[in-house]
């Protein structure tokens, strides 16, 4: 969905064109300058990550709020320091040599630089995808097993399933509790209120 902070893994042409209609992680592009920093010491890297370092700092401040007033925030806040740090990427680039790896490091923040920013302008993105990364960590290991799922769609439900359980986990909803009071519902529970039923809305029939 257009709402996700992770970068299009499509493997074609066509993500470059697209970069801009979502966010890309900022942990991708601080790993590029970080690299640098600790084989080169160069103070170049070094600036650049205190300024990211910055915009972290200000998501601290404001995880767990609402996605408005996360947005008034970086609005006021992020997007000067967002302004800065292209300057000073765009400057820092002037001066280095197009083949050095600190260039490269810089060009990609700056090839990626309206999907970097997404963030600033709608609260519901993270700067980082680390969140997704770790969700989808169990399914990574167990990537052989969902080989044996039968079909496309054995496939397809048992993504829907493990979309539930790591909501429910994000929520702070027993998975179990969840599904087993689900599965006792939804037959009869009206079909335009099935958003009662997610996770993030969700309570017990028994309360």
């Known amino acids: 969905m257009d709402t996700s902070h992770s970068p299009l893994l ?12 979502r966010g890309h992680p900022y942990h991708h592009a601080r790993r590029e300058l970080f690299d640098q920093h600790v084989k080169t010491r160069s103070p170049i ?19 767990g709020q609402g996605a408005e007033t ?7 806040q992020s997007a000067p320091l967002l302004a800065d740090l292209k300057a000073y990427l765009e400057t820092s680039l002037e001066r280095l040599s197009r083949k050095s790896d600190l260039a490269k490091a810089i060009r990609y923040s700056l090839n990626r ?11 519901r993105l993270e700067m980082t995808n680390n969140a997704a990364e770790r969700a989808i960590r169990p399914l990574t290991l167990g990537r052989r097993n969902w080989t044996f799922l039968g079909s496309d769609t054995g496939g397809e439900r ?13 929520n702070g909803v027993n998975p179990q509790a969840y599904l087993a009071d689900l599965v006792g519902r939804i037959g009869d529970h009206p079909a335009n209120r099935l958003d009662e039923l997610l996770p993030w809305n969700w309570r017990p029939a028994t309360a």
């Open 10 to 21: 499509n493997g074609d042409n066509r993500r470059h064109s697209r970069w801009g209609e």
């Open 45 to 63: 890297a070094l600036a650049a990550l205190e300024k990211i370092g910055a915009l972290f700092a200000i998501e601290r401040g404001i995880n």
């Open 70 to 76: 996360r947005r008034a925030v970086r609005q006021a």
């Open 113 to 123: 630089w309206e999907a970097l920013c997404r963030f600033a302008d709608d609260g």
């Open 158 to 170: 048992a993504a829907v399933f493990f979309t539930l359980i790591q909501s429910c986990k994000l």
